[in-house]
């Protein structure tokens, strides 16, 4: 059974930072394109970072380029988000998917993240 794990949500204030954690179990993790979404209170959710499978390759949305990085852990089943200079606008429950190209694709419950003004 595929289990993704979000933790590290939390209060921070604008310019704060936060590393985001998606333990992942039951599925092949090298194998999968690990991914970040977010959705913020009556906005659609969106791709916020991507890591693909092989070779690592990363795609960031416009919004958090420069701000946030996205990485599997040595473990081989984590994925993180390190979010730094947070703004407002960053407030949103964060979402971990794991995608595979033949169509298998399992999210996360979500962690909150709250960013003062």
């Known amino acids: 059974q595929p289990q993704l794990v979000e933790s590290g949500g939390g209060f921070v204030p604008t310019g704060g930072s936060l590393r985001l954690s998606c333990a992942t179990s039951?599925?092949?993790?090298?194998?999968?394109?690990m991914s970040w979404h977010r959705q913020a209170p009556g906005k659609e959710r969106e791709l916020v970072a991507l890591i693909k499978s092989a070779g690592g390759k990363t795609t960031y949305a416009d919004s958090v380029k420069g701000r946030f990085t996205i990485s599997r852990g040595l473990d081989k089943s984590t994925v993180y988000l390190q979010m730094n200079d947070l703004k407002p606008e960053d407030t949103a429950v964060y979402y971990c998917?794991?995608?595979?190209?033949?169509?298998?694709?399992?999210w996360g419950q979500g962690t909150q993240v709250t960013v003062s003004s």
């Open positions: 998917n794991a995608h595979h190209i033949m169509g298998h694709d399992y």
């Open positions: 039951g599925f092949g993790f090298s194998m999968f394109a």
